[in-house]
């Protein structure tokens, strides 16, 4: 959704544009190349290094890169002292950190229970599974919409009991599938740890709390002279944040939405990217006091 994305951002020439995801630089050097310049951000401090690496030369002066958390967006913008007329959200994790076993990403390469996407600092998911309650747990589960959250749930708490918790990656897409097996569920298109591996990730990377933060950040950097925000987001559970979030804006006057309904990529990326399939894009403008 690139052109897509470069067309509402509405990029100009010599404006600075926040891109909160850098992830492997595609957004930020999309508006380097159309002539905007770029305030970068990635919580993950190997996207930023690999940016400066391929990128630091071509666009030297046209951009400034922050290893941070785009939840402090507001904080970022403050110290950098640049004037933003957009900022774009692409949420989640890049093809690259999914592709790193060490990261813990996948269910389909053996790997640790990582799953930070800023491996320095915070709790892992192996930290979770060995400390959280059956409660704290199936509530987690659940709001990453995970069908199975109170079994899968139960079978953790009492695999942890009798020291059979599952340790890497694919241990637990083993077990989750176990669980599965056991409620009767033979086949499924999806594999039945997509919902647990995401619900994990959703919470040791604080992902529906640094949304609600980074939204509300976003609205103190554009409301007074305007400017446009757009979000991607890759699942139900953030789409419904943003979804929420613009609504209220849009009630209180604040902003105006850039399309009614979400956009969604083509046929033809989706053949090229599998994963753009659950891709949802909206975005709002404010229109400055
Ligand atoms: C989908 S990728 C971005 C892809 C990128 N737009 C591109 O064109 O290649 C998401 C990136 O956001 C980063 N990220 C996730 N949550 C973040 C947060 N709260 N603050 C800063 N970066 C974050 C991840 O580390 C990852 O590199």
Redesign the pocket.
């Known amino acids: 959704m690139l052109s897509e994305t470069m067309h509402w951002l509405d990029v100009r020439k010599d404006l600075w544009y926040v891109?909160?995801?850098?992830?492997?630089?595609?957004?930020?050097r999309a508006i380097l190349e159309r002539g905007g310049l770029v305030l970068a951000?990635?919580?993950?401090k190997s996207?930023v290094d690999r940016f400066l690496e391929e990128s630091g030369e071509a666009f030297a002066g046209r951009f400034v890169v922050i290893h941070?958390?785009?939840?402090d967006i507001a904080v970022h913008v403050q110290s950098a002292r640049v004037r933003v007329s957009g900022i774009?959200f692409?949420?989640?994790?890049?093809t690259?950190?999914g592709e790193e076993a060490e990261r813990g990403l996948s269910f389909s390469e053996e790997g640790p229970l990582d799953m930070r996407?800023?491996p320095t600092s915070g709790e892992t998911a192996g930290e979770l599974l060995e400390r959280a309650s059956e409660d704290e747990l199936s509530d987690l589960l659940s709001e990453g919409d995970e069908p199975l959250a109170i079994p899968v749930a139960r079978a953790l708490v009492q695999a942890r009991k009798s020291g059979r918790l599952p340790r890497t990656t694919l241990e637990l897409a083993g077990f989750v599938s176990g669980v599965y097996y056991r409620k009767g569920f033979r086949r499924s298109r999806r594999h039945p740890a997509t919902r647990v591996f995401m619900a994990l990730r959703i919470r040791v990377?604080r992902?529906y709390e640094?949304l609600e933060r980074?939204l509300a950040g976003s609205r103190q950097v554009l409301e007074e002279k305007g400017g446009r925000l757009l979000v991607?987001s890759?699942h139900s559970g953030e789409d419904r944040i943003v979804k929420r979030t613009f609504r209220k804006w849009v009630s209180e006057d604040a902003a105006g939405l850039l399309f009614r309904k979400s956009l969604q990529p083509g046929e033809e990326e989706i053949l090229q990217n599998p994963r753009a399939r659950s891709a949802r894009m909206r975005g709002v403008s404010f229109v400055g006091r």
């Open positions: 891109d909160a995801n850098l992830g492997g630089g595609g957004h930020s951000i990635d919580r993950d996207a941070g958390n785009n939840a774009l692409d949420l989640g994790w890049s690259i950190q996407l800023d990377n992902e640094n980074s991607l890759f």
